[in-house]
């Protein structure tokens, strides 16, 4: 006779969890980035660029330069930041600055400092291994004023990033190349593994650099304090070292003709040292006069790739390489009416585009990831699951090829190790511990490809045949002895399951036999199209003959349940069984998946609790409302307009998804930078305003805090 396990032995102590920690920074950053190069950290306030990273197959992660000295440092410098001298002095960029996302991706930051406008937009073009920094300056007063304009920056540890930071051991270097006129900043561990190269345009930028023991000596003041006679306080400090001048190693002093390449800086990565360095323009600016800059920074595996490919991007020109930025982004917007709504769905179709996946640096190969932010507590790691029922239908909405290209990289590099929760970006086992769900991913998100796009010739590609191969291999090995019903260890939270048969995940994988069953039918081969169909009905029956128990309201659904034996009543959102309907399992009207729904949302479930305005089902993973909760009742609830005034007040991460949020606040609570997340929430804001509710309702919503 089946009995129901309660929540409290559910969550046993055997069942060894692993949960994130709460946020604690809490400062809003914008984030940008192309296939190659991303900028996860850009800080709101000021513009300061905190780190730059690649994704590097050689290291199976992304390896990321910083202004950090140390990896569990919370104050860390700026890696790069701009810089504004007026008569001498750094004004304070920090709080003067107005921002916004231009294309609801690209920053940009404009201040008025007494009579000097500043603006400043970065940029990152689609196929380039760099992005832009372009910072504009105008005088509207009536007097000529004397000023410098440029960038700084701070050099200090390197890092191999997959889930944490670990210091790379070896050396960092600065050095100026005359060939192609950049810095370049260099990370080393015996050999070159990460460069970054600075060029700016036009040409003629002064540079100096220095060493310092992670302090700084300079005070930026308040525009209000600029006075023409002034000198920067502290500028002068011993603990900066100028290019040129002897320090401790006696290098020589510059002089005209000497090789400059031959002078460098260089600090042990493990150190505190930091290597500063500024690149600026001095200009005499009159009055009505306005001055455009750009500096080009670039990627390479090694100094000399770095600096050509800011050659590159120089030769082709800011407003070549605008145009072409604000053309792909413009091909990817769809029209939503309400303007607070429209921005929280772009800013997250994009940063689901542009950090759920990318290009290594070093051989050019797609791979999907969880994100590219080291934000995100389990960054630059695959998760099957997030990038295929997640990331993958937003990457589909957004350019169909870029979505056809990823579909193959995941049959490619991830069926060999189809279901394992969680690999690194080349498909090697990272996180032992099989999910049913991620292993059905696949053909969910094949069918979602075909049937969006028409597109069969994907079902003929080898890297596809072979990969359907490995995965139904896979799947027999967790088939119920006797009944068509399949096991899992994990629950889509990665979690341990209470029970081996849980009914999202055979669901979710009766979709995707359904669709196998077509796909023998297309190749003529109707003995397998047959037997996979008798699979899939049989699996169907299995889950409402020993899935459905007495519940509240009547008859529910299970979690998860031994065949004739005990079961829980549970829910998750990262799995939740109100996607039964939506995926096509059973009707939104079944009876039973109506009471499902109302215990999922009701007092008898533990994890819900209807207090905040932000409130959504949790599970023990973080008992926080979840933002993919949110997108799961966009998709599949009954409270659909509800969701969406809480998708547009919720401040989540900056805008930009993230795991958990505040029940009252709507603020970033764990998970912050959660690419794939992203790409569920702009699909379930899509998805849901194919049905569309009243737009008057959404003109009532209050104006979001964050500027995502």
């Known amino acids: 006779m089946a009995s129901q396990l309660s929540p409290a032995e559910s969550n046993r102590s055997e069942r060894i969890l692993t949960v994130p920690q709460e946020e604690q920074d809490q400062t809003r950053y914008f984030a940008l980035a192309n296939e190659y190069v991303a900028i996860p950290e850009i800080r709101q306030s000021d513009a300061a660029i905190m780190s730059v990273n690649a994704l590097l197959a050689t290291a199976r992660g992304l390896l990321e330069l910083t202004g950090r000295v140390s990896e569990g440092q919370e104050e860390a410098w700026p890696f790069l930041q701009p810089e504004l001298r007026v008569a001498g002095q750094r004004i304070e960029l920090a709080g003067n600055l107005e921002a916004d996302l231009i294309e609801d991706w690209m920053p940009r930051f404009r201040g008025r400092f007494q009579d000097l406008l500043f603006n400043l937009t970065y940029f990152a073009p689609a196929g380039y291994r760099g ?56 990370a080393m561990t015996g050999f070159p593994i990460l460069a970054l190269a600075i060029k700016g345009w036009p040409e003629g930028a002064e540079f100096t650099w220095w060493e310092e023991e992670g302090v700084t000596g300079e005070r930026p003041v308040r525009p209000e304090e600029v006075t023409p006679a002034a000198t920067a306080p502290g500028y002068e400090s011993q603990r900066k070292r100028p290019l040129g001048e002897a320090g401790p190693g006696g290098a020589p002093e510059a002089t005209a003709g000497m090789d400059l390449s031959r002078l460098h800086l260089r600090a042990d990565n493990l150190s505190s040292r930091l290597l500063g360095f500024r690149l600026f323009h001095t200009l005499r600016l009159e009055p009505g006069q306005k001055r455009t800059f750009a500096f080009f920074i670039t990627l390479g595996t090694e100094a000399d790739g770095a600096a050509t490919a800011g050659i590159d991007l120089a030769r082709r020109g800011t407003a070549r390489l605008w145009e072409e930025t604000l053309e792909a982004l413009r091909l990817q917007r769809r029209f939503i009416a309400d303007p607070q709504l429209s921005r929280r769905f772009h800013q997250n179709l994009f940063f689901n585009f542009f950090f759920a996946r990318g290009r290594t640096l070093d051989t050019d190969q797609v791979v999907l990831v969880t994100s590219r932010s080291p934000r995100y507590y389990v960054s630059a790691a695959h998760w099957s699951r997030d990038s295929l029922l997640w990331s993958f239908p937003a990457l589909l909405l957004a350019d169909p090829s870029a979505a056809r290209e990823a579909l193959l990289a995941a049959f490619a590099l991830y069926t060999k190790n189809a279901g394992v929760h969680a690999l690194y970006l080349d498909g090697g086992v990272l ?4 999910e049913l769900d991620e292993l059905a991913a696949f053909f969910v998100a094949l069918e979602r490809y075909v049937l969006t796009t028409g597109d069969r010739s994907i079902l003929e590609e080898e890297e596809v045949r072979r990969g359907r191969k490995n995965i139904l291999e896979k799947l027999a090995t967790q088939r119920h002895p006797e009944l068509a019903l399949y096991r899992t260890f994990l629950l889509p939270s990665d979690d341990p399951a209470q029970f081996p048969y ?66 829980v009543l549970y829910d998750e959102p990262p799995g939740s069984l109100m996607l039964l309907a939506y995926y096509g399992f059973c009707s939104p009207e079944d009876p039973i998946y109506k009471n499902t729904v109302s215990w999922i949302k009701g007092p008898h479930n533990p994890y819900w609790s209807g207090e905040g305005f932000f409130a959504t089902p949790a599970c023990p993973h973080v008992p926080q409302p979840w933002v993919l909760a949110l997108a799961n009742e966009l998709l599949a609830g009954k409270e659909r307009l509800t ?13 930009y998804a993230c795991e958990t949020i505040d029940r009252h606040s709507g603020q970033l609570r764990t998970g912050a930078a959660f690419a794939t997340c992203a790409g569920w929430l702009a699909t379930a804001i899509w998805e849901a305003l194919e049905r569309p509710p009243r737009i008057a309702d959404l003109q009532s919503t209050p104006a979001s805090l964050a500027c995502g």
């Not at 996180?431 to 099989?434: C, E, I, L, M, N």
């Not at 969406?644 to 991460?653: G, H, P, S, Y």
Request: charged share 25%; hydrophobic share 40%.
């Open 131 to 186: 992005f832009v920094a372009e910072l504009e300056i105008e005088n509207l007063g009536d007097e000529g004023r004397d000023c410098q304009l440029g960038l700084s920056g701070r050099v200090g540890r390197s890092f191999l990033t997959v889930f944490h930071r670990r210091s790379l051991e070896g050396s960092r270097v600065v050095r100026f190349y005359p060939w192609t006129r950049s810095l370049v900043v260099e």
């Open 431 to 434: 996180y032992p511990g099989f």
């Open 502 to 567: 849980v009914t999202y995940d055979n669901a979710l994988l009766w979709a995707g036999l359904r669709f196998l069953t077509q796909w023998y039918r297309w190749e003529g081969d109707e003995a397998r199209a047959k037997e996979l169909e008798m699979e899939a009905a049989a699996l169907r029956d299995n889950l409402y003959r020993y899935g459905v128990v007495p519940g509240p309201a009547g008859p529910m659904f299970a979690w998860a349940f031994q065949p004739g034996g005990e079961y």
């Open 643 to 655: 969701a969406l005034k809480q998708v547009t007040r919720a401040t989540m991460d900056n805008g």
